[in-house]
């Protein structure tokens, strides 16, 4: 039998205007403890507002979101203190080694931590003594990881987490988004990619124009779409352009 995850994240007829126009529309969703739970959309569709929102960093205009039982707009700070957080365009303080920002970031929640440890679970020990600003892009959206788990949080929030990335860039940061699920953390992310959604998503909800318009499995929403007569040109192929491309230049990363 398998057992019912509870219910983490509540988001009831949450609403944000800007000079009276809305631009997220009184949605609802459920987050359940331990899934991937993504939000889809075409740019303008609302979704890093709904984050934002989420997360304490936009006042909330109409609804509600509750956190681990806690109300976002009534206890923010407490809510801060229970997620982590990478933005789509992480920034840090600059001629500051990885290390020391490590630490640095650990001691404002309380926490001391072994840096060591936190690098080296993003593939980056041998930067501890880097600075940010020399990183490439996908060094930085892992070591901006890193940092927002040094506090343990219950949930995990990312931004379109790999655009720009490389495909090795892209796929590494598959693995560390499935490595942070597994230590049992709750996460919830945007993205432009279908096939990033389809591989690590538990649940996703598609927004456009501020709205949910559907939210389901990958899985089963494919299945709908197929229920109502959906085809296109069946050309089953073992393999894409990307796995060329990954076979041919490794898997390994190039930092």
Known sequence: MVKKRSVLVNVKKLRKEYDGQPVVKDIDFDVKKGEIFGILGPNGAGKTTTLEMMEALRPIDGGSVKLAGYDVAENPDKVRSLI????????????????????????????????????????????????????????????????????????????????????????????????????????????????????LCDRVAIMDNGEIIAMDTPKNLIKQLLKKGFKKEQVVEQANLEDVFIDLTGKELRD
């Open 84 to 199: 982590g957080v990478q933005p789509q365009t992480p920034s840090f303080e600059e001629k500051t080694k990885l290390s020391e920002l490590i630490e640095f970031f650990a001691s404002t929640y309380g926490e001391k931590v072994d840096a060591n440890k936190f690098l080296e679970d993003v593939q980056l020990l041998d930067k501890k003594n880097s600075y940010v600003e020399n990183l490439s892009g996908g060094q930085k959206q892992r070591f901006s990881i890193a940092a927002a788990l040094v506090h343990g949080p219950k949930v995990f929030f990312l931004d379109e987490p790999t655009t720009g990335l490389d495909p090795q860039a892209r796929r590494n940061l598959w693995e560390l988004v499935r490595e942070v699920k597994k230590r049992g953390v709750t996460v919830i992310m945007t993205t432009h990619y279908m096939e990033e959604a389809e591989l």
